[in-house]
């Protein structure tokens, strides 16, 4: 199977079609965009490094990406209960195959700043967070319903 080609804010993309994320049914806002793949900093090597923001882009629409971090940088920690069909949509049978995301939006003072934006101006939304079963490499958003204190 030939590479996935896409334009994003990134530059031009060439992805390996195993590693496309499927979201059978989109993301809320972005239904259409139903492939898409993970992107981490690269050093100067090209090699991924450890960072906090990872970037979830849409490959259906190369203007459409998420920036994503782990619920812990925040100091989040969140136990989820899946539905069944939950469950079943991202075909988890190991619990440790989930990999749960926060998406994060920059305040808009900080979008007119330059120099880039620093981890104090974002809003992490971790009331839908993002659930990808790392071994079928199916997505989804989760939408919960309330939150309560886990203190």
């Known amino acids: 199977m030939s590479e996935?080609?896409?334009?994003?804010?990134?530059?031009?993309?060439?992805?390996?079609?195993s590693q496309v994320i499927t979201f059978?049914?989109?993301?809320?806002g972005f239904e259409d965009c139903t492939r898409w793949k993970l992107l981490h900093e690269v050093d100067e090597q090209g090699e991924p490094v450890?960072?906090?923001v990872v970037h979830l882009q849409?490959?259906?629409?190369?203007?459409?990406?998420?920036?994503?971090?782990?619920?812990?940088?925040f100091g989040v920690s969140c136990q989820l209960v899946l539905t069944d069909d939950e469950a079943t949509t991202l075909k988890l049978e190991d619990p440790n195959d989930l990999l749960v995301l926060m998406t994060l939006s920059a305040r808009e003072?900080?979008?007119q700043q330059e120099g880039g934006m620093k981890l104090e101006s974002m809003y992490v939304n971790i009331a839908a967070p993002i659930l990808i079963n790392t071994r079928s490499r199916i997505g989804m958003q989760k939408i919960v319903g309330r939150l309560s204190s886990a203190g």
């Not at 080609?5 to 992805?15: D, H, P």
């Open 58 to 73: 849409a490959l259906d629409d190369g203007a459409v990406s998420l920036s994503l971090t782990d619920p812990g940088v």
């Open 24 to 28: 059978p049914g989109g993301i809320p």
């Open 109 to 111: 003072e900080a979008r």
């Open 50 to 52: 450890a960072g906090i």
């Open 4 to 17: 996935i080609k896409v334009n994003t804010r990134f530059g031009e993309l060439s992805i390996n079609p």
